[in-house]
């Protein structure tokens, strides 16, 4: 059988493939509107949040509450009751896993992604470690202690933890009991439990989420660099890498894997990589999407989604709730939770077309069901 041809004329891009050419030509704007596809927010494709999760690979869910709309959205008729009652389940978990931050996802998953990815997150922690004198020695000790106060499914909350640890004199002040926990967390010891009122708790994983197949460190980076280009492209090389925390090696050799179940895109000097799709034209659609939003957090070049107000928000900014009209941010937005509804301030930083009105009112009502409550906008 004859290798793929990949050839690139005039801004087209051709993949032939067992005789079938296939023809794909994005600008920047396509890109990010093909990402809202692709990500399930135009039109949802799961009713459950593992679901949603599994096809995402993961959600970053280091503020809960924005990570539960994340991928409230993203389903068809979701409740915030339903996605605690998904983790309270163990259907999705929260857990230091790409990059040193919090992420959601799928218990068939968490033990081949950890095995990929905390030696490089561990890496990322060394400098602080050192600075705080956490030592392996340290660690190794403290997972003794937390294996012990959580066996037999005990479900316990930093607060508890905490004292235990300081009982077998390990320093917990600052923020040594945190990089302690996450330390646990990345050796597959404990994970995120349920939640005793506003406390996370956390619980042994073993006790918790049966045991799955392992993978070689090759189909591991296969499977990872699938589950992204599939739910996030198009993207580049250098968006996965950023969004794993892998190495680019690493990165470069799993999307190496898989370039034949991609389709490749040339846009704006750049090669992004798709789950191969039709680019049909789509409704105006808008979005009112939280905190730290794969939409915006997944990608390392972010400026493709500030092209409608030439990039007038700043990184940090950019990563919190936005307004997405169309692919594009297009203002910020902020709720205050009364005792009786929500109240939603939306600040437009370009103004909407009548098409995208329409929409916003939608999305109004969306957040409004799924909160399970009112919604006053100022």
């Not at 993203?74 to 605690?84: F, K, M, N, S």
């Not at 998904?86 to 931050?101: S, Y």
């Not at 990608?299 to 493709?304: A, E, F, G, L, W």
Request: charged fraction near 20%.
């Amino acid at each position: 059988m004859p290798a793929d041809i990949w050839l690139s004329l005039a801004g087209y891009f051709f993949v032939i493939t067992n005789r079938t050419i296939n023809l794909m030509t994005m600008n920047t704007f396509d890109i990010t509107q093909q990402r809202l596809r692709q990500q399930c927010l135009i039109t949802p494709q799961h009713s459950r949040p593992g679901e949603l999760v599994s096809w995402m690979g993961a959600v970053q869910a280091q503020d809960y509450a924005a990570a539960k709309w994340a991928i409230g959205q993203r389903l068809t008729g979701a409740t915030e009751t339903a996605i605690d009652d998904a983790m309270a389940n163990w259907e999705i978990i929260r857990t230091h896993v790409l990059r040193p931050t919090w992420h959601f996802v799928s218990p068939a998953d968490i033990r081949w992604m950890l095995k990929l990815t905390a030696p490089r997150i561990k890496a990322f922690c060394a400098y602080n470690d050192n600075r705080w004198g956490i030592t392996k020695a340290i660690i190794t000790k403290s997972q003794k202690v937390l294996e012990k106060q959580l066996r037999n499914k005990q479900q316990l909350t930093r607060l508890q933890l905490g004292p235990a640890l300081q009982k077998a004199g390990i320093v917990t002040d600052e923020y040594r009991l945190g990089s302690l926990l996450a330390h646990a967390e990345l050796d597959g010891l404990i994970c995120s439990g349920p939640r005793h009122g506003k406390q996370f708790t956390y619980v042994l994983l073993e006790e918790h989420v049966p045991a799955a197949a392992s993978l070689s460190k090759a189909e591991s980076l296969a499977t990872l660099a699938q589950r992204y280009f599939d739910s996030h492209g198009p993207a580049t090389l250098q968006d996965f890498a950023w969004w794993s925390g892998l190495t680019v090696t690493d990165a470069k050799n799993g999307l190496e894997a898989i370039k034949t179940k991609l389709t490749a895109v040339e846009a704006d000097g750049k090669t992004y990589w798709m789950k191969p799709a039709n680019a049909d034209k789509d409704k105006p659609s808008l979005f009112l999407l939280p905190a730290f939003d794969e939409f915006t957090v997944a990608y390392k070049k972010r400026d493709i989604q500030q092209l409608r107000i030439d990039g007038q928000l700043a990184p940090m900014a950019s990563l919190g709730p936005v307004i997405v009209a169309d692919g594009q941010i297009t203002g910020t937005w902020k709720r205050t939770v009364n005792k009786k509804d929500i109240t939603l301030e939306l600040q437009h930083i370009y103004p909407l077309k009548k098409t995208q009105l329409t929409a916003l009112k939608k999305a109004i009502r969306q957040y409004s069901a799924f909160s399970g409550l009112p919604v006053v906008v100022k």
